[in-house]
């Protein structure tokens, strides 16, 4: 993965925020690659249908998130802290990767993710159960795969909790994201309920994310909240207990570019969400993999599992894959695979990676165009 500063005829189109951090990273990355820099596509301007694409552009699909106009046209809040409209939020989004897709692909453009690739991995049952197809080991959950039930409320938690034996559970937005709506739930004998989450309500019983996770404890309280959660679409999976660092709970974000994986970063915390914004912290890596080493386990193995997640979707063209260890680091599960996961600012790449010295999007400009190979030209 050498980035070549001579490849000048690349040019790239990138659809994102064009004040936003994400692009301002990948056009960091182009310059130190010697490239041009990217013509800026707005997410504003692809949903008011003014977009559209060159003859030989590589175009990148990027995150639509950190933009309060974006939020209210694919969400229709007018709070972009608001929970709710995660359903309409899909609908609106992969309408308008489909959009880019065609729009490219008129224009005599290549693009770089596959349109359909993103509806599966922003549909968290559909995700599950591709990974599982493929054999990837993933917690169990009665709501993925064909045939599964739609959760509409929390009779049909309570009820999928009691078919599956499974009283600890994460409760997830089926299109959610960065922990929204997450409730990681136990239940226990005599009725008791009690939900983990960084969701509060206000007055009017509306929801919003936190920065600041709490607890709500019976089901007066959580019951009300999975009820206002479930028009959007619920997920439910096991609640895996995680291997732990200095007495957090620990997991790791993978990041896998062009199918190899080029970075890796440990997150703890003492809730059992680890994203770093809900005050988690990034953990000791090489701890980590002595840790898997001295119970028998291989990082490059570790690695592989992440790889076959990612090869779910080959037409995208990066993906931040969410590892969960088991106690004492012996078995790994993955929990999600995110289509925007590379956010990672100053995180170099694995040794023996191919990304030595690269940040995420360095790694990205570096893997064009070796990895085009899997481009997605969207209904030529």
Excluded at 65 to 72: F, L, M, P, S, T
Excluded at 183 to 212: H, I, K, M, W, Y
Excluded at 217 to 235: N, Q, Y
């Amino acid at each position: 993965m050498t980035v070549s500063a001579r490849r000048t005829g690349l040019r790239h189109a990138v659809v994102g925020i064009p004040a936003g951090r994400r692009v301002a990273l990948f056009q960091d990355a182009l310059r130190a690659a010697g490239l041009p820099a990217a013509r800026v596509v707005s997410w504003l301007d692809v949903l008011g249908g003014r977009a559209g694409f060159r003859p030989g552009e590589l175009v990148r699909i990027d995150s639509p998130g950190e933009d309060a106009e974006v939020e209210r046209a694919l969400r229709g809040v007018d709070d972009p802290t608001r929970v709710e409209g995660t359903r309409l939020w899909y609908e609106r989004f992969t309408t308008a990767v489909h959009e880019v897709g065609a729009l490219a692909a008129a224009g005599g453009a290549t693009l770089l993710d596959d349109p359909d690739g993103l509806a599966v991995l922003f549909d968290k049952r559909l995700c599950h159960a591709a990974l599982s197809a493929a054999a990837v080991p993933v917690p169990e959950s009665p709501t993925s795969g064909a045939g599964a039930p739609e959760v509409r409320g929390w009779d049909d938690v309570r009820a999928l909790q009691a078919a599956s034996g499974l009283r600890r559970v994460f409760v997830k937005l089926a299109h959610g994201s960065s922990a929204s709506g997450v409730l990681a739930l136990e239940t226990a004998s005599g009725g008791r309920v009690q939900a983990t989450t960084s969701v509060e309500r206000d007055g009017r019983e509306r929801l919003f994310n936190s920065l600041r996770v709490r607890r709500y404890s019976g089901e007066r309280e959580v019951a009300p909240l999975i009820d206002a959660l479930a028009p959007d679409g619920l997920h439910i999976e096991r609640w895996l207990p995680k291997a732990s660092q200095h007495g957090r709970v620990a997991d790791l974000r993978v990041v896998v570019v062009a199918g190899r994986a080029t970075h890796a970063v440990v997150r703890t915390s003492r809730s059992p969400m680890t994203n770093l914004h809900l005050g988690g912290g990034r953990g000791d890596l090489a701890a980590a993999r002595a840790a898997m080493e001295a119970a028998g386990g291989s990082w490059a193995e570790t690695l592989a599992i992440c790889e076959r997640a990612a090869g779910c979707f080959p037409g995208v063209s990066r993906v931040g894959v969410d590892l969960l260890p088991g106690r004492g680091w012996r078995r790994f599960a993955v929990g999600e695979v995110n289509a925007f996961g590379d956010l990672l600012p100053r995180l170099t790449g694995l040794p023996g990676s191919g990304a030595e010295g690269l940040d995420t999007y360095a790694a990205q400009v570096a893997a064009v165009p070796s990895g085009t190979r899997n481009e997605h030209r969207a209904h030529a």
